[in-house]
């Protein structure tokens, strides 16, 4: 993130295309386009198999040093604090060390960080943020893996749907959880100004 403008941009045309390079110029002047992708629990959920062994299970309290070791940007008080909140992460470990995980949340309100809005819930509907890979483990099949463990779990609380918002212009979280059964519903259009956030009418997208 700290790379000069002329880096980013040579990066963006020549690993994404013109196709990014143009939403993510639109993104920074203020219109910002986020996918609303959808996964109903009453569908059947397939093993999405990993390249690498990994143990999948919860995190807890006693393992916030261990996540911040896998995700050193975190803030250890934002984690420990969204664990209080009741908010939920699954983790992948190989060799005893956190290589991938994925938060969900069931409260009725969420703040969508890349939104800077809430995003209300209905009864049923379960939303998950903040997936993340160790860049060394990345196309292994982690992320997928995970949202496959998160599904079986919301499927067993009874859930209906899981819920998530992604940038279009992130082709490999778009393509991991679709291969988890993810489907892209809507696209959330937001333009922002300073402070000021003004959400445009969901567009649907075509089955
Ligand atoms: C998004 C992310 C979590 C995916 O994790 P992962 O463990 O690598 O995901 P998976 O291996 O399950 O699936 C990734 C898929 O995308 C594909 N992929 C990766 N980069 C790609 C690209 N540039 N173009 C096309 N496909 C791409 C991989 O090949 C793989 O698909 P395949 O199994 O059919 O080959 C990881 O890339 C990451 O941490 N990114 C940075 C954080 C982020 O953007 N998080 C999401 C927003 S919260």
Not at 69 to 79: E, L, T
Not at 166 to 179: D, E, I
Request: some cysteine; hydrophobic content about 45%.
């Amino acid at each position: 993130m700290n790379d000069p403008l002329w880096s980013r941009v040579w990066h963006t045309l020549q690993d994404e295309g013109l196709g990014s390079f143009w939403l993510k110029s639109l993104d920074a002047l203020g219109y910002r386009r986020l996918y609303l992708l959808r996964r109903p629990l009453a569908e059947p959920i397939l093993d999405c198999p990993t390249m690498l062994p990994v143990a999948i299970r919860w995190l807890i309290l006693e393992e916030v040093q261990d996540y911040l070791a896998f995700r050193p940007d975190a803030s250890g008080h934002d984690v420990t604090q969204l664990l209080l909140k009741g908010d939920c992460c699954l983790v992948a470990r190989h060799a005893d060390r956190i290589v991938g995980a994925i938060w969900g949340s069931n409260a009725r309100m969420n703040t969508v960080r890349s939104l800077g809005r809430d995003l209300p819930l209905a009864p049923g509907e379960f939303y998950q943020f903040d997936a993340y890979t160790s860049p060394e483990v990345r196309g292994m099949g982690i992320a997928s893996a995970l949202s496959v463990a998160w599904l079986r779990h919301l499927r067993d609380e009874a859930c209906v749907d899981a819920l998530l918002l992604t940038f279009p212009w992130n082709v490999a979280h778009l393509r991991s959880y679709a291969k988890a059964g993810y489907r892209v519903e809507s696209v959330v259009r937001c333009v922002r100004l300073g402070p000021w956030r003004y959400l445009l009418p969901l567009q649907q997208v075509a089955p």
